[in-house]
């Protein structure tokens, strides 16, 4: 039981990893390797926030917020959009490229030292016994309820609101939507957006429940795993992929070693490309459109 | 013809000029020393403010005048904690620097290269910061070239103090003692606890797990719901800090309420302060700041005069490094060269201003560092951190550790 | 002086297609080059030897690297774990059965040819994005095994190794890898170059550009690629072999994801398909670090960087990347084209047949 609670704690926080992928991808066709980079720098400006108004949850999380939408549209504006159309391997190495920039750069502001922001915020990671013997933290628990509302909140968002069905329209075919008077790029840049403003939660999160420092920007990039497995282009395939890579790891380190369970959601991602490239819920052709 | 002989000379010359240039000067101009450490990677935040604190000795020793009429010019490079950037680092310091010394400030998983290197060029090379000390620091099995002056002593006398430490803490407590050993997945730090898995069983205490965590894992859960599942009411880990941190909040987080007792690092001391759990003990070789030693407010204020921005109580151990440093140059006198210095080296005798409670002491036969132990923890009544143990020397055999009340 | 540039459009027999070096600039260049490699040594001191030691292995590993990314448009985010298998082909081979530097390096050409054709399987099925995926786990999954063997095997302290010997010559200095990798590199670029000029290299551009199209003009696409894919790893594990007996270590740290950067860096630097330009981009990348901590060392604005001057070396190479990405996508084989044709044509500003 107790272990089921850790599997769910850690799917939910994949699953917000993924959908940052998700959105990217299905905005500009591009698997961004800096996502996690981006993570660490969405956290960092929370924590300066945090360390400024002495504090203010509140503020903080909406400075991160902000800054984190600010920061996503302007990779797209500075640094995708000047290579769209350009093969799909130079996007991904481009973001590559800017993963490293941005972990120099936040290293080169708040220094490499490690800080735990769990601090200002006090009860949050007191746990809960929520039944005999299982408990929950607090930070876990939000971290749940945060990743099932906006695995159902986006979806529902791209449904019903106008600038969802723009969105929609952008990716199934850009240039349609160009011709009927969509603006495309600032549709894009909302999309990386909202991609960099879910990886500045995921980052939030991991920082107030593990620690913060550039290091772990590797943490953000494990995220692409449930996102491929559930079809990078499909946001309902992110939950099951994020619970089958988080089933992998946890029972991983559980039954066989802390140590396999850093290659466990890649050995799982090797299996699921090789079963079903397009993954669970991705659609076929998109193997073909790239 | 004419042209080929000019040429010839004009060649020479130069050659000449630039054979000159290079030459050794009589005089000592400067010491050169070589620092690798771990400036960058996953390790760097348990190594990189001990860079921090003796780039600041050196910068304020220099602009005081330097040792014997010499500034000392150190080359910084940075081995990533990685071994193969550590041998090539080893190559550039000792066979083209031709440093007189290199202070190592990294993990243990880059002392096989260092240590060959130094074998090779008779070069000494220190352990600085909180290097640890290898298992064969004395003795016959030892490398003459190596001397330990970092705050972690080998596995083994770590093992003396901290097994018998989480005995003494339980029977005050009055519990149930079931322990978990918890290590980095890197060489010395399994050492550690497989040392520690001995005594433990010497000593009678219940074992009930043992695992070894990777650097830079990204969530410990699984883990640590296993420790969890064991029972253990104690969990003891020697290590980096990130790993202990990482391992305790994973544990809080499933409800697990047990005493977490770990080494220290650089960062301990601000650890305590952040984290505020009452139930966590660091247990320093070396004096935190709540001592108030006269020494801190020197480093304080060196620190502010530079522009120093990591916290003062991280770059203790790299002042002390300095401490040491200075002394042996001193010694080695105005005309140094690697052979004196590892003579000097061999029955040095140094104070740092109590920041080790012990001189640091090292004869031909023995290079550890005479060792005393404590432990502090997070004090709720007086929200500070404090000291809960007495001192204590550990050599060879189990410590007597006397809790505070 | 006379100028004997030939033109594809005035060469009058097939002997002058075959030629290697085809112009006096070429010839010219080359010649230099070479003289400039064989006195190179004279003039550098021992550790900026060891840095062309360090050049000369990421040549072979950008060259590998080139083929398969570069020529056949297959893109590789394991190359940090193929360099691994290849260190570890030494280690393991050394450790358990003492064997010498000919074995070890031939073994790790074969062992590298087979995991080409393990990791090229999903390429027949994957392209583009999900074939980066696949790689970039494939490294991953290779580098924690690696890890695993490493903590089995030696405590996880990792491999020391004595320096080889070849005929009985011992390859210890600086200055004797100098003279055993100088032939042992230049003959894996004529290697490179002549496979471009072959039906190899025709087979593996005309993938890159269109498979569908290549498999109509009657390429066997399916084996193109994997025969791509084992040349690449083989020479990538080869260079990690070298690269395990030049630093005498071997530990899987070393084979990061950082190391991938840098390989990428160097054939993105240098310019995608391009041999001229994964030579250039490995010079490039190798020399910058080491320059800018000697920089550092030598420069007072920099001296206050203090230990942020290396997390500063990593931002310039993500900070030059994105660059030449943006902005000079052909890199710096292009500038360099760029300034071979202004000199050879000078005065003139182009040339007519080339529209």
Sequence with gaps: MSLLIVIVIQAGFYALLGLGYVLIYRATRVLNLAHGDLMVFGAFIFYQALANSNGGLATAVLAACVGAMLLGALVYTGIMRPLAGYPVAVGVLATIALGIGLRSIVTLIWSGQTRYPSEYVGQLGRPIEIAAGVFISGIDAVIVVFAALALVGIPLLLQRAAIGVDMRGVAENALLAAQRGINIHVINALSWAAATLMATVAGVFFSLKVRLGPDIWYVGLAGFAPALIGGMDSLRGVAIGAVIVAAAEVLAARYIAPQIALAAPFLVLLIALWIRPWGIYGTREELERI | ?405 | ?355
Aim: hydrophobic share 50%; aromatic share 10%.
């Design chain 2, 1 to 405: 013809m004419l042209r080929s002989t000019q040429i010839t000379v004009v060649a020479v010359a130069a050659l000449g000029a630039a054979g000159l240039c290079t030459a050794p000067a009589g005089a000592q101009t400067a010491y050169k020393i070589g620092i690798s450490g771990a400036a960058t990677g996953p390790a760097s935040p348990s190594y990189l403010p001990h860079i921090e604190g003796i780039r600041t000795y050196l910068r304020q020793l220099n602009d005081k005048g330097g040792i014997n009429g010499a500034k000392v010019d150190v080359v910084f490079v940075d081995d990533k904690a990685a071994p193969s950037e550590a041998a090539s680092n080893a190559k550039r310091l000792m066979d083209d620097e031709q440093v007189l010394a290199v202070g190592l400030m990294s993990l243990s998983s880059t002392y096989a290269p260092m240590f060959q290197a130094a074998t090779r060029t008779k070069t000494p090379v220190l352990l600085l910061g909180q290097a640890v000390c290898p298992a064969n620091a004395a003795g016959s099995q030892m490398n003459p070239f190596v001397f330990c002056g970092g705050s972690t002593s080998d596995p083994n006398t770590a093992g003396y103090w901290q097994v018998p430490l989480v005995k003494a803490l339980s029977e005050k407590q009055g519990d149930q003692l079931k322990l978990a050993l918890v290590a980095a997945d890197i060489p010395i730090s399994r050492q550690g606890i497989d040392f520690m898995e001995q005594l433990a069983k010497q000593l009678n205490v219940q074992l009930v797990d043992k695992q070894a965590l990777p650097m830079g894992a990204a969530d410990v859960s699984g883990a640590a719901s296993r420790i969890v599942a064991s029972g253990a009411t104690y969990v003891t880990s020697w290590s980096p800090v990130t790993t202990a941190v990482q391992m305790l909040g994973a544990l809080r987080r499933q409800g697990w309420n047990g005493w977490y007792i770990h080494n220290h690092s650089a960062e301990a001391e601000d650890t305590l302060r952040q984290l505020k759990d009452p139930k966590l003990v660091m247990s320093p070789e070396y004096a935190f700041t709540v001592e108030k030693l006269p020494v801190f407010a020197e480093i304080e204020a060196a620190a502010k005069k530079y522009g120093v921005t990591v916290p003062v109580d991280t770059m203790v151990l790299g002042w002390a490094s300095g401490m040491m440093l200075e002394a042996a140059l001193k010694q080695c006198g105005p005309s140094c060269v690697r052979e004196k210095l590892v003579d000097v080296l061999n029955s040095l005798d140094v104070q740092t201003a109590g920041i080790y409670p012990d001189a640091i002491k090292w004869s031909r036969g023995d290079h550890t560092r005479p060792a005393s132990f404590t432990a502090y923890a997070w004090d709720q009544k007086t929200q500070a951190v404090k000291r809960i143990t007495e001192w204590s020397r550990v050599k060879g055999e189990l410590a007597k550790v006397k809790v505070l009340d």
């Design chain 3, 1 to 355: 002086m006379s100028f004997s540039f030939l033109p594809s459009t005035l060469r009058t027999a097939h002997a002058q297609d075959m030629w290697l070096l085809d112009s006096a600039f070429v010839r010219l260049w080359a010649t230099a080059g070479l003289a400039g490699a064989l006195v190179l040594p004279a003039l550098l001191t021992n550790f900026w030897m060891g840095v062309a030691n360090q050049v000369f292995i990421a040549v072979i590993g950008a060259l590998a690297l080139n083929l398969l990314m570069g020529t056949t448009g297959q893109i590789s985010l394991g190359h940090a774990g193929f360099i691994a298998a290849g260190a570890f082909t030494v280690a393991a081979l050394v450790t358990h059965l003492d064997a010498p530097i000919g074995v070890t390096l031939l073994t790790a050409l074969v062992v590298g040819a087979i995991l080409g054709v393990l990791v090229g399987l999903p390429a027949l099925r994957l392209k583009g994005l999900y074939l980066a995926v696949s790689t970039l786990a494939a490294h991953f999954v290779i580098i924690v095994g690696l890890g695993q063997y490493q903590a089995a095997i030696s405590y996880g302290a990792g491999f020391s190794l004595s320096p080889p010997s070849i005929f009985g010559l011992e390859i210890a200095s600086e200055r004797h890898w100098y003279y055993f990798l100088l032939p042992v590199t230049l003959g894996i670029l004529l290697l490179n170059v002549n496979w471009l000029r072959s039906a190899y290299g025709r087979a593996w551009t005309a993938i890159r550009h269109r498979d569908i199209a290549a498999e109509s003009l009657g390429i066997n696409v399916a084996r193109y690629k994997l025969l791509a894919f084992s040349a690449s790893t083989s020479l990538t594990c080869f260079a990690g072999a070298l690269a395990a007996y030049h630093t005498g270590f071997v530990s899987v740290e070393a084979f990061d994801f950082h190391l991938l950067i840098q390989y990428l860096a160097m054939v993105i630097i240098g310019g995608l398909g391009s041999v001229l330009g994964a030579v250039l981009g490995a010079v490039f990348v190798i020399a910058l670090p080491n320059l800018i901590s000697v920089a550092a060392d030598k420069v007072p604005l920099l001296q206050g960087l203090g230990g942020k001057v290396f997390e500063l070396q990593i931002g310039v190479f993500g900070a030059i990347m994105l660059l030449f990405l943006m902005l000079e996508p052909r890199g710096l084989a292009g500038i360099w084209a760029r300034v071979r044709f202004y000199f050879q044509l000078w005065p003139f500003k182009y040339r007519a047949w080339e529209s």
